[in-house]
Structures are given as structure tokens and as C-alpha cells.
């Protein structure tokens, strides 16, 4: 729109097109930086936490007094917050739901009976309630700074 406004829409580098077009959806132009690096660390993330239960004795971490279920809120309120940031214009309900999957295929391969790991619905539980804590607080700081 703003290069419409000025009659340079045909001369506007594909970068400025781009920026443009970013602030005018409502996105703010310096989320990009910040959406990228988010979606590098949530992939780091991800492959951290799906091997460290697929190990069958993985090295200790220091939650480990406070109990297996708080290892698994932690991981996946982690994952939720740099998915949340990395994918801004995501639907939360489509975060949500794969992060639920990715604890769902956690709980499954912990189920392999030669790594000797527990399978328990409580661990996916507290792996959905985590990431929906976390997409709720998202929607309300994004309808709270909207207004």
C-alpha cells in the first residue's frame, strides 16, 4: 500500500515489496530476525528432547529430583514458547496440536521395550497442558498488546 502511495510499486526491490507487505498485515518487520533465530533453537530443541528419550539411560540434567513429569512440562513449555515465537502467524490450535503429536510419538518410542523407558499417558498430559499454558498466554499477550 505505502508503495502504491508513492507510484514506486514497480521499482520497490522484492525486499521492500516484502517489508511492506509484513507491516501491512499487522506483522511487526522486526520479528523476522527474531521469528528465525526461534525456529532454529526450537529445531535444536526438538532433537534434544526427542533423543534424550530415546535414550535408555540418558545422563541426568538436574530435574531429575523434582520428578519425570516436570522434566516433560519444562521440554515442552520450551518448545511451545520457540514455536509460539517462530512461527508467529500460525494458528496457536495447529501448534498445539503438533506439539501434542510430538509428545504422543515421545511416549510411543519410550514404549520400545529395548530401551527400557516408561510409556505413561500422565507424561503426555502434562506435555499438552504445557503447551496449551503456553499458547493461552501467547493469545493474551498478543490480544493485550493489540489494544
Given at each position: 500500500?505505502?508503495?502504491?502511495?508513492?507510484?514506486?510499486?514497480?521499482?520497490?526491490?522484492?525486499a521492500?515489496?516484502?517489508r511492506t507487505?509484513?507491516?501491512?498485515?499487522g506483522?511487526?518487520?522486526?520479528?523476522?530476525?527474531i521469528?528465525?533465530?526461534?525456529?532454529?533453537?526450537?529445531?535444536l530443541a526438538?532433537?534434544?528432547?526427542?533423543?534424550?528419550?530415546?535414550?535408555?539411560?540418558p545422563?541426568?540434567l538436574?530435574?531429575?529430583?523434582?520428578?519425570?513429569?516436570?522434566?516433560?512440562i519444562v521440554?515442552?513449555?520450551?518448545?511451545?514458547?520457540?514455536?509460539?515465537?517462530?512461527?508467529?502467524?500460525?494458528?496457536?490450535?495447529?501448534?498445539?496440536?503438533?506439539?501434542?503429536?510430538?509428545?504422543?510419538v515421545?511416549?510411543?518410542i519410550?514404549?520400545?521395550?529395548?530401551?527400557?523407558?516408561?510409556?505413561?499417558?500422565?507424561?503426555?498430559?502434562?506435555?499438552?497442558?504445557?503447551?496449551?499454558?503456553v499458547?493461552?498466554?501467547?493469545?493474551?499477550?498478543?490480544?493485550?498488546?493489540?489494544?
Amino acid at each position: 500500500m505505502a508503495a502504491c502511495l508513492t507510484g514506486q510499486e514497480n521499482f520497490a526491490s522484492p525486499a521492500l515489496r516484502e517489508r511492506t507487505e509484513t507491516v501491512e498485515a499487522g506483522a511487526m518487520p522486526h520479528t523476522a530476525p527474531i521469528a528465525r533465530a526461534a525456529r532454529s533453537a526450537f529445531w535444536l530443541a526438538a532433537l534434544f528432547a526427542v533423543t534424550m528419550a530415546s535414550l535408555p539411560k540418558p545422563p541426568q540434567l538436574g530435574l531429575e529430583q523434582f520428578g519425570d513429569k516436570v522434566q516433560h512440562i519444562v521440554a515442552f513449555l520450551v518448545l511451545a514458547v520457540l514455536a509460539n515465537l517462530g512461527w508467529p502467524r500460525t494458528e496457536r490450535v495447529r501448534i498445539i496440536e503438533r506439539l501434542s503429536l510430538l509428545g504422543a510419538v515421545i511416549e510411543m518410542i519410550q514404549s520400545i521395550p529395548e530401551l527400557h523407558r516408561d510409556c505413561d499417558i500422565r507424561d503426555w498430559i502434562a506435555d499438552s497442558l504445557a503447551v496449551i499454558v503456553v499458547a493461552a498466554g501467547f493469545a493474551l499477550w498478543s490480544r493485550w498488546r493489540t489494544r
